[in-house]
């Protein structure tokens, strides 16, 4: 098997939710440029239209195309089945991206930020992969499974998440929710794999680095010693999705430059 081919996703079609900003515009640039039909969706359908067109102006071997939809309600998650069904008998990766985040310092973190990101960031990222199971269910063989791909963090893997205490949680809740429909989906030929990325430039880490110095700053805390790029999402995508990422699932990605791994001094505090 030649190399591209394994991270070759000609007539695969996909749903990239919050596919027009951040992570998810990441990905669906990486998946339509392995050759995928990328269905990207936000609760601001002018931005998925406008992205769709600017990824197809590339002329990427795939395509996009892109609605509104909104993954915090119960509504909005049914018109989200409705359209995908409305445009493909089947669903061969479903990339659950659309999140929120919530920063107040302990003592002053108020009691909506948890009922606003538990019901996007878990609830509503459960609730659409179980809607769409008859989709993938359809794309799904023993050697090509469909692919389930969740959208952690780093900060649910580490306590790394100061003053993000609902956010940091609800990316915990991901990581695990993603081995427990590993485990019952498996069988079934669907892997569920997350991947759990550190700081890369979006619109919610705007914040803190979307000019250079800041950038610098957050690189000094990841032993790679620098930020994210669009380059490392769209390649952690296409594996996951691709027939070399076939045999995987229950995992969740480290993509944070080895955050995940790093640990402060030695175990005795000893001079080295």
Known sequence: MTPSALFDLSGKVALVT?????????????????????????????????????????????????????????AGIDAIVK????????????????????????????????????????????????QLLPLLRKAATPDDPARVVNVGSVMGEIPKGTMTYSYAVSKGAVHHMTRVLSND???????VNAIAPGPFVSKMTAFAIATKEGQDKAAEGVPLGRVGTPEDVAGALQYLCGRGGAYLSGAV????GGMQSKAQGSLFNEDL
């Open 253 to 256: 990605l480290p993509l944070s």
């Open 83 to 130: 359209e995908v069904e409305g445009r493909t008998g089947t669903l061969h990766i479903l990339m659950n991206n659309a999140g929120r985040t919530w920063g107040a310092p302990l003592g002053e973190h108020p009691y909506e930020a948890w009922d606003k990101l538990l019901k996007l960031n878990v609830q509503g990222m459960f609730h659409l992969t179980q």
């Open 18 to 74: 919050g596919g027009a900003t951040g992570i998810g515009r990441m990905a669906t640039e990486g998946l339509a440029a392995a050759g995928a039909r990328v269905l990207i969706c936000s609760r601001k359908a002018d931005a998925c239209e406008a992205v769709a067109k600017e990824v197809n102006a590339l002329g990427l071997p795939g395509s996009v195309e892109g609605f509104g939809g909104d993954v915090a309600t119960e």
């Open 185 to 191: 989906l498996a069988p079934e030929h669907i892997t």
